[in-house]
């Protein structure tokens, strides 16, 4: 029989001091499964192998949990999706709002396009509803600086569908550009237009796919430009 002796001793063995003893062994508990850490690793596969390596069972792999507790929270591939691109606009910083509406447009159209190269599976995904608050509140920014600039009714629809289309066509085609073509592509693309400049003599003239003489950055910065100077033409006009 053990007894418990005066000062903590028992059966005649004193017990270590509390400070020198090590403490249970506790079993790792999981981070809570939330909507978060489900777009965080949606948009790491994403970055990794675009939308076809994208699958619920990858998902759910490497969140490290069962199909089942990812099916809590999204029901198909297309929430995962719709999910994504929300999280993505959400690192586009809306910027402060200025007396000159169309550098405000141009700062957040530019961050626009840099997010979506950061993640070059995103613009072929805009066409999408998007009415995730990320997209809503960058969209309700835009609109609000081209209202300022005397845009309204259909002009305002125009105008802001112009910049949409132009950046996510931009960015779909420069993205498409650094994923797939090997860095000779758009040199043996300019060359072959170059072989047939009685062919194509305009082409050849000015530059078409050359882009040592214009890279895409001026390419950009120049037609969002155009299409912001038609926008104030409309504002104007109405």
């Keep these: ?31 809570p499964l939330t909507l978060d850490r489900i777009v ?11 939308i076809e390596g994208l ?34 606009f959400g690192d586009v910083p809306i910027p402060e709002v200025t007396d000159d509406w169309r550098q405000d447009a141009r ?7 840099a997010a979506m190269l950061r993640h070059p599976w995103a613009p072929g995904l805009i066409g999408r509803p998007m009415l995730g608050p990320n997209v809503l509140a960058r969209t309700e920014f835009l609109q609000a600086a081209l209202v300022r600039g005397g845009c309204g009714g259909l002009r305002l629809a125009v105008a802001t569908r112009m910049l949409a289309n132009y950046v996510i066509g931009a960015s779909l085609t420069e993205a498409t550009w650094r994923q797939h073509a090997d860095p000779g592509a758009r040199a043996a693309a300019r060359e072959h237009v170059a072989a047939s400049a009685d062919t194509y003599p305009t082409l050849h003239a000015s ?8 890279d895409d950055d ?10 912001l100077r038609a926008a104030a033409r409309a504002g104007a006009s109405g």
């Design 55 to 88: 699958t619920m069972r990858r998902l759910a792999q490497r969140l490290d949990v069962t199909a089942t507790a990812l099916y809590w929270h999204v029901k198909t591939k297309d929430d995962v999706l719709d999910l994504a691109v929300d999280g993505v």
């Design 207 to 214: 530059g078409h796919l050359d882009d040592s003489r214009w």
């Design 1 to 31: 029989m053990t007894t418990t002796e005066p000062g903590g001793r028992r059966g005649g063995r004193t017990p270590q001091p509390v400070w020198l003893r090590a403490e249970p062994a506790r079993a790792r508990r999981k981070p």
């Design 107 to 113: 700062v957040l159209v530019r961050a626009w396009r």
């Design 40 to 50: 965080g690793a949606a948009v790491t596969l994403l970055d990794a192998d675009g």
């Design 218 to 227: 001026l390419l950009f910065e120049e037609g969002l430009d155009g299409v």
